[in-house]
């Protein structure tokens, strides 16, 4: 049988410390590895040329990583990194869930104009994951504003 995996996605430093906290205990607690998964926009992908299966976090992401790594340490947990390319992010949450077996998902979809509008993108995407057999934690973490 497999370890378990919970998936973290990578936001904002702020927001994902936080996910990770939240993370941990339950990747602890079900003997499970976290794996801290980047979602890139496709066009990002193309214009760069960059292949996810390849890619080279950049000296900042690996700074953000460590930080990560230290709050997995500190609960005694496995911690993996993965980049992802996606066309719609919440499809592409879905997909990088789907490629990593993920039992839980923490996950973060950008606020919209009309915040019923966001609680609704949340509850498609939770259906959507629980249709793959993967769980979202409804983590409302402060976030970041631009440039941190």
């Known amino acids: 049988m497999s370890t378990p995996i919970v998936m973290v996605e990578m936001g904002s430093l702020r927001w994902t410390i936080e996910a990770m906290r939240a993370a941990c205990p339950e990747a602890k607690r079900i003997g499970a590895k976290v794996v801290v998964t980047l979602l890139m926009p496709e066009s990002q992908c193309t214009l760069a040329g960059i292949d996810p299966e390849t890619y080279v976090f950049s000296a900042d992401e690996q ?86």
């Open 63 to 148: 700074n953000e990583v460590r930080e990560y790594q230290a709050i997995a340490d500190m609960h005694g947990v496995e911690l993996q990194t993965r980049a992802f390319e996606y066309h719609d992010l919440a499809h592409g949450i879905v997909d990088a869930a789907d490629a990593l077996d993920a039992q839980v998902v923490y996950a973060h979809l950008p606020a919209t104009l009309l915040p019923f509008q966001h609680q609704r993108q949340v509850r498609h995407l939770a259906k959507e994951l629980g249709s793959h057999h993967h769980e979202l934690r409804n983590f409302e973490a402060p976030v970041a504003s631009e440039g941190e």
